[in-house]
Nanobody, 126 residues
Framework: VQLQASGGGLVQTGDSLRLTCAIS????????LAWFRQAPEKEREFVAG????????YHADSVKGRFTVSRDKAKNTVYLQMNNLEPEDTAVYYC????????????????????WGQGTQVTVSS
């Protein structure tokens, strides 16, 4: 299984970006897919996730109303639409997938995920 994240870049405050995570090797029809991010000298944190079993999405409080996670099942791809970006959003963004179903209360825990993309850098200038 491989996850390939792309779409990062250098933008200004208030701009938008869309991250893409292309998945190959298997499909995920009942397992969670998620985005995490890690800023320098900080721990990796949950950004957003989707439970492919129910289709429900989950977003961290810090990005609610600005970021939206979605999935194209036919393309086996997950997206993260990021609007109204802030300097605090600067980080390396990783997509992740889990090999089996998850208790929803754990969807935001990085240790629960088995597959990770290589990360894409997002830098927001003030």
């Amino acid at each position: 299984v491989q996850l390939q994240a792309s779409g990062g870049g250098l933008v200004q405050t208030g701009d938008s970006l869309r991250l893409t995570c292309a998945i190959s090797g298997r499909t995920f029809n009942s397992e969670p897919l998620a985005w995490f991010r890690q800023a320098p000298e900080k721990e990796r944190e949950f950004v957003a996730g989707i439970d492919t079993w129910s289709g429900r999405t989950y977003h961290a409080d810090s990005v609610k109303g600005r970021f939206t996670v979605s999935r194209d099942k036919a393309k086996n791809t997950v997206y993260l639409q990021m609007n109204n970006l802030e300097p605090e959003d600067t980080a390396v963004y990783y997509c992740a997938a889990r090999s089996r179903r998850i208790v929803i209360s754990s969807i935001n825990r990085a240790a629960q995920y088995d597959y990770w993309g290589q990360g894409t850098q997002v830098t927001v200038s003030s």
